[in-house]
C-alpha cells in the first residue's frame, strides 16, 4: 500500500517551453502532497506543501510563478515548471502523506522525474 | 531552528562488516526522525522512524537506530553489511518550529559497500 506514482520518469525539453510533471497516489488520498527537488549528489530541498483544493504553500526562494502547482484531487498533484531553463534541470521528487497521518509521519516518496533542459 | 547534520558525506564497509551511519540534529521541539534510503534514479524508502516512542528503532533490511536526546543524535547501524545495501542515506527530521512545520533533510551519506 501507499504508492505513490509519477510521470513521466524523464523529460528533455527545450529552453523557454513548459513541463508538466504528475504526482498519483495510487491506493490512498492524499491530502497533502510535496514537492522537491534534488541536484546531483546533493540532498532533497523542500520546494513547496501541496494541499488539496487550496493554494500551495510555497518555500522561501521558491518562485510560484515559476513552479506551478495544482492538487485539483485527492490522488493527484502536478508541478509545471514554466519557461524552463537549463538552471531547472534537477531531480524532482514528490511526495504524499496517508489519510490519518500528521505531518509528522513518514512520507512516500515517488520515483522521481529527472528534468533536463537543453 | 532546526536542523540535521550528516556527520559523513561517504562511509566505505567491507561486506559483512557492520554500518554506522551518523546523524545529529537540533530541534525546539519534541521531533519526529527518519532515515531514508535512496537508490540510484530511484524515490526514497523509509527504512525506519522515530515518533516518540521507543528510543531504539528498528527498522527494515536488518537496520535500527536509536534517539539519544541527551546527545541529539540518531544514528543508524546494521550489523552486517550486504552489497545491496549500497545507496545513499538521508536522516530527515520534522518538527514544528517557530517558522512553521518543516521537514529538514540532512545532506546524505553514501554508502559504499567492499566485496
Not at chain 2, 540535521?4 to 561517504?10: A, E, I, M, Y
Not at chain 2, 525506519?48 to 543508524?76: D, M, P, Q, R, W
Not at chain 2, 550489523?79 to 545495501?85: E, G, K, L, Q, R
Request: aromatic content about 12%; hydrophobic content about 35%; glycine content about 6%.
Amino acid at each position: 500500500g501507499a504508492v505513490v506514482s509519477q510521470h513521466p520518469s524523464r523529460v528533455i525539453c527545450k529552453s523557454g517551453t513548459s513541463v508538466k510533471i504528475e504526482c498519483r497516489s495510487l491506493d490512498f488520498q492524499a491530502t497533502t502532497m510535496f514537492w522537491y527537488r534534488q541536484f546531483p549528489k546533493q540532498s532533497l530541498m523542500l520546494m513547496a506543501t501541496s494541499n488539496e483544493g487550496s493554494k500551495a504553500t510555497y518555500e522561501q526562494g521558491v518562485e510560484k510563478d515559476k513552479f506551478l502547482i495544482n492538487h485539483a484531487s485527492l490522488t493527484l498533484s502536478t508541478l509545471t515548471v514554466t519557461s524552463a531553463h537549463p538552471e531547472d534541470s534537477s531531480f524532482y521528487i514528490c511526495s504524499a502523506t496517508a489519510p490519518g497521518q500528521s505531518r509528522f509521519d513518514e512520507q512516500f516518496f515517488g520515483p522521481g522525474t529527472r528534468l533536463t533542459v537543453l | 531552528a532546526q536542523s540535521v547534520t550528516q556527520l559523513d558525506s561517504h562511509v566505505s564497509v567491507s561486506e559483512g562488516t557492520p554500518v554506522l551511519l551518523r546523524c545529529n540534529y537540533s530541534s525546539s521541539y519534541s521531533p519526529s526522525l527518519f532515515w531514508y534510503v535512496q537508490h540510484p534514479n530511484k524515490g526514497l524508502q523509509l527504512l525506519l522512524k522515530y515518533t516518540s516512542a521507543a528510543t531504539l528503532v528498528k527498522g527494515i533490511n536488518g537496520f535500527e537506530a536509536e534517539f539519544k536526546k541527551s546527545e541529539t543524535s540518531f544514528h543508524l547501524t546494521k550489523p552486517s553489511a550486504h552489497m545491496s545495501d549500497a545507496a545513499e542515506y538521508f536522516c530527515v527530521v520534522s518538527d514544528q518550529g517557530t517558522g512553521g512545520f518543516k521537514t529538514i533533510f540532512g545532506a546524505g551519506t553514501r554508502l559504499f559497500v567492499k566485496a
